[in-house]
């Protein structure tokens, strides 16, 4: 079945861009909607924002000003960018398949956690 | 603040039943039939439970059901087992933008008793 690895570096430092992938195995990267979700330790999950298989994109509002997202179909992979991370950016980031608005977030990956800080 | 409202935690004892609420608006629970569950067990990731306000995906046993009222979406779950014991969240297509986007609930803490 589908299975998702995300991968980056586990440190950043302030005010520098924060890079993720997200490597899909099992199953095609087209057709489907891409997102990544983040927990901070102890507290909810929050919607960062997702990419179709086209390039089109979604962000979460509090977060758009900061994030591109991009999508690699070749690689069955695809990305995610945070600019400008403060301490508030550490988190576990995770990403996530869906098939529409419909449907829900079905496939997660394992999540990989990013630390920000100097 | 979460965009949705759900109860910190909630409590019941094997067999029982219990339910927790996901309170939104208009903009989001109340307008669109694209509410999603989620369990989540310590360290590790969410599992989908519940999509489109009452659907279960393939899998997730049938003790696990979805609800909506105006701008209230509930999730019940019925003859309490121990593996139960999880944080929920509930999120929501939301219009409440200029573009759409997903917000997710706080969370409630099950404790099985």
């Known amino acids: 079945q589908v299975q998702l690895q995300e991968s980056g570096p586990g440190l950043v430092k302030p005010s520098e861009t924060l890079s993720l992938t997200c490597t899909v195995s099992?199953?095609?990267?087209?057709?489907?909607?891409w997102s990544w979700i983040r927990q901070p330790a102890g507290k909810g999950l929050e919607w960062i924002g997702r990419?179709?298989?086209?390039?089109?994109?979604n962000y979460n509002p509090s977060l758009k000003s900061r994030v591109t997202m991009s999508v690699d179909t070749s690689k069955n992979q695809f990305s995610l960018k945070l600019s400008s991370v403060t301490a508030a950016d550490t988190a576990v980031y995770y990403c996530?398949?869906?098939?529409?608005?419909?449907?829900?977030?079905?496939?997660w990956g394992q999540g990989t956690t990013v630390t920000v800080s100097s | 603040q979460s965009a949705l409202t759900q109860p910190a935690s909630v409590s019941g004892s094997p067999g029982q039943s219990i339910t927790i609420s996901c309170t939104g608006t208009?903009?989001?629970?109340?307008?669109?039939?694209?509410v999603s569950w989620y369990q989540q067990h310590p360290g590790k990731a969410p599992k989908l439970m519940i999509y489109?306000?009452?659907n279960r995906p393939s899998g997730v046993s049938n003790r696990f059901s979805g609800s909506k009222s105006g701008n209230t979406a509930s999730l019940t779950i019925s003859g309490l087992q121990a593996e139960d014991e999880a944080d929920y969240y509930c999120?929501?297509?939301?219009?409440?933008?200029?573009?759409?986007?997903?917000?997710f609930g706080g969370g409630t803490k099950l404790t099985v008793l």
């Open positions: 996530a398949r869906s098939l529409s608005w419909s449907y829900g977030m079905d496939v």
């Open positions: 099992g199953g095609s990267i087209s057709s489907y909607y």
């Open positions: 990419i179709y298989t086209s390039g089109s994109t």
């Open positions: 208009s903009s989001d629970v109340g307008g669109y039939n694209y």
């Open positions: 489109d306000v009452s």
């Open positions: 999120s929501s297509y939301t219009s409440s933008s200029t573009l759409p986007y997903v917000v």
